[in-house]
C-alpha cells in the first residue's frame, strides 16, 4: 500500500486557499483578539432593548457584526484543524474558536427572553419609525412566534446552565461509541484475520465475500448487544431530556418543538411516514429482487449492501468527474455552471487524502468567506457523486451569502440537502443517458436505488421509530432494552419485508445510530431527497421557468422565509404528499429499469 502524503507533500493546486479568510495565522490571531474585545459590549444593552428602536437596532446590529467576525474566526480554525487533525496548533484554534463562541453565546444569552417581554405592538412600532430594522423584521415575526414557549429571563438562565447536565446522555453514547467501544477481528471466507472499526463495516458489509459481512454484522450487533441494558438508557436518557424541554416550554410533545424550532409543521412528519408506508411494496420488491439476484436462499440485513452487479470497473479520475460533473449541470444554466467553475479554479476544494487529514466529505464556509469542500479523493464514481453533492452545498451558500444580509445568509436545515441531492439527480440522469456499457448502466441504477433505500426508505423508518419511543416516555411508559429492541425488529420486518430474514442480531441497530441523539433530525433526510428529485425533474422537464424559480426563489433565498415556504415559491410543497409519491415513482422506474436491463443482459 502506497504510504499517506504528508499535507506539506500536497500540491497547491489542489489545497483549499483559506488566505481568502485570513491572509496568514498572525492574520487570523490579530481578528481573534479583535473579537475577543466584543466581550462585555453586549452589557449596554442589556436591559436597554425595549428603551428606543434605536437601542434595538444597535443591539441586533453588533449582534450580527460578531456573528459575521465569529464566523471568519471559527471556520480557519476548524479547517486547519481538519487539513491535519495530529497538529496541535491547530487543535488549539479550534478548541480556542469553540470557547470563544461559547462564551458570546452565554453573554448574549439575554436577547431573547428580553425581545419577549417587549410587547408585540411596540415592536412592530420600532420597526414602522426606524427602516433599519426592516432587514430584521422576519427574525422579529419568528421571534414573536416563539413567545409562548420562552420563558422569564432567569429561568432561561437556568436552562441554559442546565444543557451540560441535560446532554449528559447523548456525550455518554458518543464517548462510548466513538473511544471505547472496540471489535473484534473477523474472518472472511479465505481464514484472513481482518480488523473491525466503525471505518470499515460497511465497506465490509458492501464486500462479495459473504462469510465477511456476515461475521462482520454478527460482531458488530454482539458487541452492541453486551451493552444493551446501558445502551438503552443512555437514549431513554436523552429521550427523556427532550420530553422534560418540550413540557417545561408549554409544546404538545417533543416533536412540536423540534420541528417548531425550525418552523416545519408536523404534518409534514406524518405526511413522510405514511406516504412512505403505502409504498413499502416497492421497497418489498426491491429487496425480493436482491434475494434472486444474489441467489440466496435466505437473505439477512448483511445482504443488503453489497452491490448486485460484479466486475465492474468503474474508475473516475478527479479530472473526468470534474468534466461529468459540469456537463451534468448545464441544465441548471451558465449562472450556475459559472460559481461551479470558480470553485473549481479558485481552490475551494481540497481534493486528496493527506497524513492526519479528517475522513470524510463536507462543504464549509461563512458569511464573507467562499465555499470550501472537504473531499478525500478516490478515483470511484462514489466519489464523483459526492464531489457533486457537496457543491450543490457550495453553491446554494453562495447565492444565498451574496444575495442576503448576514442574518438571512444561512439556510434552515430542512432544505439543507435539497440542492445537494439535485446536483446527484442531475449528475445521475446525465451519466446514464451518456454511458454506453450496460454493465455501467446496471451499476448506476445499483447505486441509486440503494441511495434511495438508504435516504428514504431507511431515514423513515428512524423517524418512526424516533416517534415512537418519545411517545413511549411522553406516555409515562418505561423504554427498556426489551422495548427498544422489539419496536426496532418489528419495523426493520415491516419495512424490508418477507424476503429479509428479521434475526436476533438486527434488533440491536438502534443502539449505533448516533442521529437517534439528534431530537428530530433523520427525518430532513428524506424529505429533502424527496423535494430534490421533484425539482430535479422539474428542471429537466420543463427547462428556464423551473430553473429560475429554483435559483431565485431558493437559492438565493437563504432564510428570508419559512423553509416550507421557500420550497413551495421554488415549485414543491412539502405539506403534501405528492412530492414523496412522486421520489417513490422515481425508484419505481429504477427499478423497472433495472429489471429490465438484467433481463436483457441475461438472454
Given amino acids: 500500500m502506497t504510504e499517506l502524503m504528508t499535507r506539506s507533500e500536497q500540491l497547491e493546486q489542489n489545497t483549499w486557499d483559506l488566505t481568502t479568510i485570513f491572509a496568514s495565522d498572525e492574520a487570523f490571531e490579530e481578528a481573534f483578539t479583535t473579537l475577543s474585545s466584543y466581550l462585555g459590549k453586549e452589557k449596554e444593552f442589556q436591559g436597554q432593548l425595549g428603551s428606543s428602536s434605536e437601542v434595538l437596532l444597535n443591539a441586533l446590529l453588533l449582534d450580527s457584526e460578531i456573528d459575521e467576525m465569529l464566523g471568519k474566526v471559527y471556520v480557519y480554525a476548524h479547517l486547519k484543524h481538519d487539513e491535519d487533525t495530529t497538529n496541535a496548533k491547530y487543535t488549539a484554534f479550534e478548541q480556542r474558536a469553540a470557547t470563544l463562541a461559547s462564551q458570546f453565546s452565554s453573554a448574549w444569552s439575554f436577547m431573547l427572553p428580553e425581545l419577549m417581554t417587549i410587547d408585540e405592538v411596540k415592536l412592530a412600532e420600532f420597526i414602522k419609525e426606524n427602516n433599519g430594522l426592516e432587514r430584521f423584521r422576519f427574525d422579529l415575526e419568528k421571534i414573536n412566534k416563539r413567545r409562548p414557549h420562552v420563558l422569564g429571563e432567569k429561568e432561561e438562565l437556568i436552562l441554559a446552565q442546565a444543557q451540560e447536565a441535560l446532554s449528559a446522555s447523548s456525550n455518554t453514547f458518543s464517548m462510548f461509541n466513538n473511544a471505547d467501544l472496540t471489535f473484534e477481528n473477523v474472518l472472511d471466507k479465505d481464514g484472513n484475520s481482518l480488523p473491525l472499526s466503525h471505518g470499515n463495516y460497511i465497506t465490509y458489509l458492501e464486500s462479495e465475500d459473504r462469510v465477511l459481512r456476515e461475521n462482520a454484522y454478527k460482531a458488530v450487533y454482539t458487541e452492541y448487544g453486551k451493552f444493551n441494558n446501558t445502551l438503552s438508557q443512555t437514549l431513554a436518557g436523552k429521550v427523556k431530556s427532550s420530553v422534560f424541554s418540550s413540557k417545561v416550554r408549554n409544546y404538545n410533545s417533543a416533536r412540536h418543538q423540534a420541528l417548531s424550532n425550525n418552523d416545519i409543521p408536523e404534518t409534514v412528519y406524518e405526511t413522510l411516514i405514511n406516504t412512505i408506508n403505502d409504498n413499502l411494496p416497492l421497497l418489498h420488491r426491491y429487496t425480493a429482487l436482491r434475494k434472486e439476484l444474489l441467489e ?308
Wanted: charged fraction near 25%; aromatic fraction near 16%.
Fill in 296 to 603: 440466496l436462499d435466505e437473505m439477512h440485513m448483511y445482504d443488503m449492501y453489497t452491490p448486485l452487479i460484479e466486475d465492474v470497473e468503474f474508475k473516475v479520475s478527479y479530472d473526468e468527474a470534474k468534466d461529468w460533473m459540469l456537463k451534468s449541470l448545464e441544465p441548471m444554466s451558465k449562472e450556475y455552471t459559472d460559481v461551479v467553475r470558480e470553485g473549481l479554479m479558485n481552490r475551494w476544494v481540497d481534493v486528496y487524502e493527506n497524513k492526519g487529514k479528517r475522513s470524510g466529505a463536507y462543504s464549509s464556509g461563512t458569511f464573507g468567506t467562499n465555499p470550501f469542500i472537504l473531499m478525500n479523493w478516490t478515483d470511484s464514481v462514489n466519489n464523483t457523486f459526492t464531489l457533486t453533492h457537496e457543491f450543490g452545498h457550495s453553491v446554494h451558500s453562495y447565492f444565498s451569502r451574496a444575495n442576503q444580509p448576514s442574518n438571512m445568509s444561512d439556510y434552515s436545515i430542512f432544505v439543507a440537502e435539497v440542492a445537494s441531492t439535485c446536483n446527484e439527480a442531475l449528475l445521475a440522469d446525465y451519466m446514464y443517458k451518456n454511458l454506453d456499457d450496460e454493465k455501467k448502466k446496471l451499476y448506476l441504477l445499483n447505486y441509486q436505488l440503494d441511495g434511495f433505500r438508504g435516504t428514504v426508505f431507511r431515514q423513515t423508518m428512524f423517524a418512526e421509530f424516533e416517534y415512537l419511543i418519545h411517545s413511549i416516555v411522553e406516555k409515562n411508559e418505561p423504554l427498556t432494552a426489551d422495548r427498544l429492541n422489539t419496536e426496532y425488529a418489528a419495523l426493520n420486518k415491516k419495512y424490508y419485508g418477507d424476503a429479509v430474514i428479521t434475526d436476533d442480531y438486527i434488533q440491536y441497530e438502534w443502539s449505533r445510530i448516533p442521529h437517534f441523539y439528534y431530537n428530530y433530525y433523520v427525518f430532513q433526510y428524506a424529505t429533502g431527497y424527496s423535494a430534490a428529485y421533484a425539482l430535479s425533474k422539474q428542471i429537466l422537464d420543463e427547462g428556464t421557468p423551473a430553473v429560475n424559480r429554483y435559483i431565485n426563489q431558493f437559492l438565493k433565498a437563504g432564510s428570508s422565509d419559512y423553509p416550507i415556504e421557500v420550497l413551495k415559491k421554488a415549485g414543491v410543497d412539502m405539506t403534501s404528499s405528492e412530492p414523496i409519491k412522486n421520489a417513490c415513482l422515481v425508484f419505481e422506474e429504477r427499478l423497472d429499469e433495472f429489471e429490465r436491463l438484467i433481463k436483457a443482459m441475461k438472454g
